[in-house]
């Protein structure tokens, strides 16, 4: 749908920013390019399977593995963040496990998008049109123009509440439902899924989901 408005050499210049990311946890882009008018990336082919597919038929993991998991992941972040590039799609389904390792996928694709769009998309957000509902920090579920890194430490902790209980904080609603309550609504103490996590753990999951940006780990 998007892709008659967007401009394949501003992609193409994106995709190449993106693929400068090195990181042993991150999935690097390889090419950009067109055919009959459709923007396409390149990855390499990563030999496992999804964290989502790992969660489907296990359900919540071992803590030490999901801490290890998460701490992955967020070395990713934190890498990518300092080289100004924002996920904007932090999900079970863009970790990838290889190895037994977390490598994350897609990092650059929302940005570049994002930048070749020529604004006449109708798409509310291009963040908002390329993120997930059950992932979806407040500012980004409300198309705040301004989303910036901290939308990602937000998509962690719903990661981090997932890989911990099981389930992220408001499964079994509607997609409009969970923006919703992303925006309004308090997710229940992770403590109460799952007794045995230590608190500090907790703290820091719940507060990677406070609902404003300035109350996150910065």
């Given at each position: 749908?998007?892709?008659?408005h967007?401009?394949?050499?501003?992609?193409?210049?994106?995709?190449?920013?993106?693929?400068?990311?090195?990181?042993?946890?991150?999935?690097?882009?390889l090419?950009?390019g067109?055919?009959?008018?459709?923007p396409?990336f390149?990855?390499?082919?990563v030999?496992?399977?999804?964290?989502r597919?790992?969660?489907s038929r296990?359900?919540?993991?071992?803590?030490?593995?999901?801490?290890?998991l998460?701490?992955?992941?967020?070395?990713a972040?934190?890498?990518a963040?300092?080289?100004?590039?924002?996920?904007?799609?932090?999900?079970?389904?863009?970790?990838?496990?290889?190895?037994?390792s977390?490598?994350?996928?897609?990092?650059?694709?929302a940005k570049?998008v994002?930048?070749?769009?020529?604004?006449?998309s109708g798409?509310?957000?291009?963040?908002?049109?390329?993120?997930?509902?059950?992932?979806m920090a407040?500012?980004q579920?409300?198309?705040?123009?301004?989303?910036?890194?901290?939308?990602?430490?937000y998509?962690?902790?719903?990661?981090?509440?997932?890989?911990?209980?099981?389930q992220?904080?408001f499964?079994?609603?509607?997609?409009q439902?969970m923006?919703?309550?992303?925006?309004?609504?308090e997710?229940?103490?992770i403590?109460?899924?799952?007794?045995?996590?230590?608190?500090a753990l907790?703290d820091?999951?719940?507060r990677c989901l406070?609902?404003?940006p300035?109350d996150?780990?910065?």
């Open positions: 749908e998007m892709s008659g967007v401009s394949v050499e501003r992609f193409k210049r994106e995709i190449a920013l993106a693929a400068r990311l090195q990181h042993p946890h991150i999935v690097p882009l090419t950009a067109e055919t009959g008018g459709l396409y390149t990855m390499p082919l030999e496992g399977e999804s964290l597919a790992r969660l296990e359900g919540e993991l071992p803590l030490s593995e999901a801490v290890r998460l701490r992955e992941v967020a070395s972040l934190a890498y963040h300092e080289h100004g590039i924002v996920h904007r799609d932090i999900k079970p389904d863009n970790v990838l496990l290889s190895g037994g977390a490598m994350v996928t897609d990092f650059g694709v570049a994002n930048a070749a769009a020529d604004g006449t798409v509310t957000s291009v963040g908002v049109a390329l993120g997930t509902p059950a992932y407040p500012e579920a409300s198309a705040d123009p301004r989303v910036d890194h901290r939308a990602d430490v998509a962690w902790g719903v990661l981090a509440y997932e890989l911990i209980t099981g992220s904080p499964s079994g609603r509607t997609p439902a923006l919703a309550a992303h925006l309004t609504e997710p229940e103490g403590g109460r899924r799952r007794a045995n996590v230590p608190q907790a820091l999951v719940m406070a609902k404003s300035a996150r780990p910065q």
